[in-house]
Nanobody, 122 residues
Framework: VQLQASGGGLVQAGGSLRLSCIASGRTFGVYGWFRQAPGKEREFVAA????????FYEDSVKGRFTTFRDNRDNTIYLQMNSLKPEDTAVYYC??????????????????WGQGTLVTVSS
């Protein structure tokens, strides 16, 4: 099982960025994203059931971020719009074998990708 994230970078406030995460090795029950800002604990961002019917977002990103999966190649995406300086963090993709998006928010992932840095300048 491997999760490989990419797509981070520097963007101005108000801009957009799309993170990608290739999930290989098996299918999962839930996938999602977490982030860790400097000096802070890792926090939940977004999650969606593998089949796509349910999703769950952290309050501060609702309406701005969307996570989805391309089922042709099992690539997971986090589309981030209207970015704010407080969104600056290392972002991690994650997957769980089972459960719900809400479960992932509480219990985090079974598998993790490496982090990708997102920096939002003011």
């Amino acid at each position: 099982v491997q999760l490989q994230a990419s797509g981070g970078g520097l963007v101005q406030a108000g801009g957009s960025l799309r993170l990608s995460c290739i999930a290989s090795g098996r299918t999962f029950g839930v996938y999602g994203w977490f982030r860790q800002a400097p000096g802070k604990e890792r926090e939940f961002v977004a999650a969606r059931s593998w089949r796509g019917e349910r999703s769950f977002y952290e309050d501060s990103v609702k309406g701005r971020f969307t996570t989805f999966r391309d089922n042709r190649d099992n690539t997971i995406y986090l589309q981030m719009n209207s970015l704010k300086p407080e969104d600056t963090a290392v972002y991690y993709c994650a997957a769980k074998l089972d459960g719900s998006p809400q479960t992932m928010a509480r219990m985090k992932g079974d598998f993790w990708g490496q982090g990708t840095l997102v920096t939002v300048s003011s």
